[in-house]
């Protein structure tokens, strides 16, 4: 099984903690401490992905296939 690992980008800017997934865009999350942060961002990185693989599904219909692949 492949372990897809991706890239937080994280600052604090004043009172808060804010940062961006650098490879799925639309992933980014604000939090008042940095480990809330990166608690958010796995779980909104989770459900985009999530969402994403049941776009693709659902725009491939029927007799689709799937194969996994690398970059």
Same mark, same amino acid.
């Given at each position: 099984? %492949? @372990?897809? #690992?991706?890239?937080?980008? &994280? #600052?604090?800017?004043?009172?808060? *903690?804010?940062? *961006?997934? @650098? =490879? &799925?865009?639309? &992933?980014?999350?604000? @939090?008042?401490?940095?480990?809330?942060? /990166?608690?958010? /961002?796995? /779980?909104? /990185? !989770?459900?985009? %992905? =999530?969402?994403?693989? =049941?776009?693709?599904?659902?725009?491939? !219909?029927?007799?689709?296939? =799937?194969?996994?692949?690398?970059?």
């Amino acid at each position: 099984m %492949l @372990e897809n #690992k991706y890239t937080a980008v &994280v #600052k604090q800017d004043g009172d808060w *903690w804010i940062g *961006w997934i @650098e =490879e &799925v865009p639309g &992933v980014n999350c604000q @939090e008042s401490t940095r480990d809330e942060l /990166l608690e958010s /961002l796995r /779980l909104t /990185l !989770g459900e985009a %992905l =999530e969402f994403n693989r =049941e776009d693709a599904r659902r725009m491939a !219909g029927v007799n689709f296939e =799937e194969a996994l692949i690398a970059a």
